[in-house]
């Protein structure tokens, strides 16, 4: 593992035009913005519109970034990449990396000692010693061999994991035993967001948004007798009320890949062509949203009263949020 080989570890390279990369990830880090993205750039910002790189210790593609508080964070990306920061994103020290192994897309931590990442073809690491060292947690993803791209813990402790061909799960023991959902889209979920105490919103491939009210609720199936590749797209709102979902209505088709909660029955979701769309939970529609944006967005996050979107070319402050 390049782990154990540092050395041959790639540092990013400075560039002048590093805030206007392709940049797939921001998140709040204390009184700064941070964005990762293409060959390992990491950016900070003060203000949410001038960013400043940081040194970066890779120069693969990062994928995810997530804040446990103001000053420590985690960057995943390709060649299972793992770096930490404690700094609020001015120093980041790699902590795994593999490059005979895929992407990681998402990465969550229970508490300081005990946590996940997750990503390409059922990858799925765990740390137990707050991230000085993971290792493979085989078995239900590596078995469903389908991408993870989120993880999510709910206010009841509940995990979901959501990704590819319609792939649902959620654990209530803290990820030692999943169930599977059978859900009624056969496409892929790029991300999720949490609904109520147990509930989840489920949005990705073609602007498709679903929503359950509590996930042990929903109709569940084998893991060791489901096939990706049979996985039907339900539309008859009934069918789908039988599963324990409800779907969004949307006509723009436009894929979903980020989502930030505004509160209890409203989210935002950023998405392809610069699509955002307000989500209206007790409403059950979406609006779409006029903002200064039409290259795609794949992430968004509030900070200091303006709404910071990043895509493929770089981060856009997309003013208050509506």
């Avoid at 509940?158 to 319609?166: D, K, L, M, P, S």
């Avoid at 929903?218 to 039907?232: G, I, V």
């Avoid at 209505?249 to 209890?264: E, I, K, M, P, V």
Wanted: aromatic fraction near 8%.
């Amino acid at each position: 593992m390049r782990a154990l080989l540092l050395a041959a570890v790639v540092a990013a390279l400075p560039a002048a035009k590093a805030p206007h990369a392709r940049l797939l990830d921001v998140a709040v880090a204390g009184d700064r913005a941070v964005a990762v993205g293409e060959e390992g750039v990491i950016l900070v910002s003060a203000d949410g519109k001038t960013w400043e790189q940081k040194p970066s210790p890779v120069d693969t593609m990062l994928t995810r970034l997530r804040f446990v508080d103001a000053e420590h964070g985690w960057a995943l990306g390709w060649d299972a990449t793992i770096l930490e920061t404690r700094d609020a994103g001015e120093t980041w020290t790699l902590r795994h990396d593999d490059e005979k192994s895929g992407a990681l897309y998402d990465v969550l931590f229970l508490d300081e000692q005990h946590g996940f990442a997750a990503g390409a073809y059922g990858a799925f690491l765990e740390t137990t010693d707050g991230g000085a060292t993971w290792s493979t947690h085989a078995g239900f993803f590596d078995d469903i061999g389908m991408h993870v791209n989120a993880l999510l813990r709910l206010p009841s402790g509940t995990i979901v994991a959501a990704g590819e061909r319609g792939l649902v799960a959620f654990s209530i023991d803290a990820g030692a035993n999943w169930q599977l959902l059978d859900t009624p889209y056969g496409g892929s979920w790029f991300g999720a967001l949490p609904h109520g105490e147990n509930g989840v919103v489920v949005f990705g491939m073609r602007g498709n948004v679903m929503v359950a009210d509590d996930v042990a609720r929903c109709a569940k199936m084998d893991a060791t007798k489901w096939d990706p590749y049979a996985r039907e797209n339900i539309e008859d709102a009934t069918t789908i009320a039988a599963r324990g979902w409800k779907r969004i209505a949307n006509d723009q088709r436009a894929s979903f890949f980020g989502g930030l909660t505004l509160d209890a029955q409203t989210a935002l979701l950023v998405g392809f062509n610069g699509a955002v769309d307000r989500l209206d939970l007790a409403a059950g529609t979406l609006t779409p949203v006029k903002v200064p944006a039409s290259e795609t967005l794949v992430k968004l996050a509030a900070f200091k009263r303006e709404l910071i979107a990043v895509g493929r070319r770089g981060a856009t402050d997309l003013g208050p949020a509506p």
